[in-house]
């Protein structure tokens, strides 16, 4: 990279209800060495009026990951998963599953539903920290994901 260019920084939605595992996961992503923005909604309604940028989201960034809980308020997070996954827009979107459910259904759905990955969140403090770091590390350091407007 050449000097004196900043890169980018990584815009990554995290939808989550739990406030306590949202407020982790935001610690563990700002002392991320990684530039981001975070942007956190509680409910599958309010993520699907983000990534469409509809009222009252119409600002909001193209995220270059989705960090998506099964288990939300008003629309879980399986349906939220076959919308984007449905929509061209949206589709190409990396959507990592961080979820408390171990159901083999859950996972099964989840992949079927094209699910990048899924990981079930750790009950200790120490670990799910760990977790959160590794998603952004392997998600936002060694994966290559698809431009902004790449062409469907």
Known sequence: MSEGIT???VDILLVE??????????????ESKINNNLYVVEDG???MDFLKRSPG????????????DLNLPRKDG????????ADDNLKRIPVVILTTSKADEDVVKSYNLHANCYITKPIVFDQFIKVVRCIEDFWL??????PCGAEK
């Not at 399986?78 to 996954?85: D, N, T």
């Open 141 to 146: 350091s060694i994966v290559v994901l698809p």
């Open 78 to 85: 399986r349906e939220v998963l076959a919308e984007i996954k």
């Open 17 to 30: 209800d739990n406030p306590g595992d949202a407020d982790l996961a935001r610690e563990a992503i700002e």
């Open 45 to 47: 309604i309010k993520a």
């Open 7 to 9: 890169p980018k920084p």
């Open 57 to 68: 989201y119409e600002q909001a960034p193209r995220p270059d990951l989705v960090i998506l």
